[in-house]
Structures are given as structure tokens and as C-alpha cells.
């Protein structure tokens, strides 16, 4: 894992007050409260398509671990082991208060998911994070306002904000029958990701996107973004190839819970890159 770091300079960790765990427990504490008033839950399900298969596994065993330190049981499920009498979700027989949702099926829409679907529209389980949360805050087609000076105005958005966000979101657009050809001419100076996407999967830069793949993506659900060319890193342990850098902030209701760097080298960001993955970003 490779370390960003500047000789000489003051280097303090971004964290919370209290620190990271804190306020991660402090985050699903008021999930629960959102929806229950008060208290706690008592018993989280960790929830993930076949999870041992995942390549995340071990950060499930890990909150498992974090669960019981703060006195909260909790079991990692698949989703098709769960169950839903009308009044609970049951996982190993026993009512679970809380789903702590790895999924990627951000709409719960599959066949295998629907016990959990049922559950949490019939508001019988705290899911976290959830369909609603996901719409609202994660669809990339988000961004296309976003990165609007105009509507943002006109929504009534201060000015200093919408430099903030003219500043940091490239311009985006939706993929439409209207603009396909148009995006088509401009294609290399974009980059077209899906809009319910996640890890870079089916993301493509303009420039290496083939007729085949444009026809993918102008049948709908792709958004258009200015290709931003990421920052280069030189890592401490690394030879004398440069990494790109991608500076992550984790947030709930404004507060930063961390900050993480990923490096890597390729399109997109991932976990092969000799010498790459999540580094510490510190503040300089």
C-alpha cells in the first residue's frame, strides 16, 4: 500500500473528533434513531451477495468486530438467508434490527433480494444505506445539476457554493438520443459512466470507446463527464513510476468521518497496481 508523503511537512491524519470508530458508530446510531426515536440496535445484519466470495470480506469480519465492541450483536448474511414474516427480518431464525446494505443492487430490485425489499418498505428493518439515500445522494445523474451554474442559480444556490461546485464537478450531461451525436464527435475529451454504477465497472473514456460500446451506452442510463485527468503521486516504496491519485472524502451529514487516497495506475482506479491501493491523506 503505498504512502503519499511530503518531506519536512506537518502531517496530521484527517479524523473526527473522538476518533474514526466513533464516529462510524455514532453514524448508525443516528440511522437508527432517524427511523426508531431512541436507542440502539441490537442485533446488525452485515449484508452482501455470497459475502465470503467477496474481495471485501475481510472488512466485513472487521465491522462484525466493531459491532460487538460496542455491544451490538451482529452476523454476516447472504440475502437470500434472510427472511421476512411481516414483521421482522429474520437472519438464523432471529429478528435482526438493523442491515448494514453491502449490496450492490441499490434499488433491491433482484428476485433473490426481495425478502429485504419487502422488509424495508414495509419499514420492519433499518437498511443503511438504502434505496431512498442512494437516489438521492449517489445517482451520478446528480451530477448533471450539479455541475449547472445556471440551475444552481436559479434554484437559488449562493454564488461562493456554486464556484465551490463549479470548481470541483466537471461538467455533466445525460446520455440522450438528442445529444448521442454530438457526445459521439466530442467523445475524447469525455468520460461516460453509468448512472447507478460503482467501482468503474462499465465506465469507459471517450477515447477508448468502441461503435459496440457506444451502442451500450446511448440505449440509456450513461451520463457524459469532462474528463478530468487525475493527480500523480510518487509513493515512498514505490520504483520511479508515478501513481495517479484519487482523494476520497467519507462523510455522513457533513461531518468527515476520513479521508482516503486510492493509487493505481491504468483507467480506473483498483486494487492491482504494485505499490497501490488506499493510502493516508494527510493534511500539509
Partial sequence: MGLLRRDGADQRAVS???????????????????????????????VDDDPPSQFLYPEFLLARRFFATRGAEAVI??????????????????PVDLVYNRLTDFALERLEHAAL???????????????RAHALLADKRNLVALSDPARLAAWGLDPATAALLADAV??????????????????????????????SKAAYRGDKVTRGVWAHITAGGYVAQALAPPG????????DAPLKADVRLYTYLGEVLLAAARLYQG?????????????PVFIV
Wanted: hydrophobic content about 40%.
Fill in 232 to 239: 500523480e503521486r510518487q509513493v515512498a516504496d514505490g520504483d
Fill in 77 to 94: 448474511a447472504d440475502p437470500r438467508a434472510l427472511s421476512f414474516d411481516g414483521a421482522a427480518v429474520l437472519a438464523g431464525g432471529r
Fill in 170 to 199: 466537471p461538467r455533466t450531461l445525460e446520455v440522450t438520443p438528442e445529444n448521442a451525436d454530438d457526445l459521439w464527435r466530442q467523445r475524447r475529451t469525455l468520460f461516460f459512466k453509468p448512472a447507478a454504477g460503482y467501482g
Fill in 16 to 46: 473526527p473528533a473522538g476518533g474514526f470508530e466513533d464516529a462510524v458508530w455514532r453514524m448508525f446510531v443516528a440511522e437508527w434513531r432517524r427511523q426508531r426515536g431512541t436507542g440502539a440496535p441490537a442485533r446488525i445484519a452485515i
Fill in 267 to 279: 483507467q480506473t482506479t483498483n486494487f492491482r497496481t504494485p505499490g497501490g491501493g488506499f493510502a
Fill in 117 to 131: 425489499r419487502d422488509a424495508y418498505l414495509g419499514g420492519a428493518v433499518v437498511v443503511t444505506p438504502n434505496p
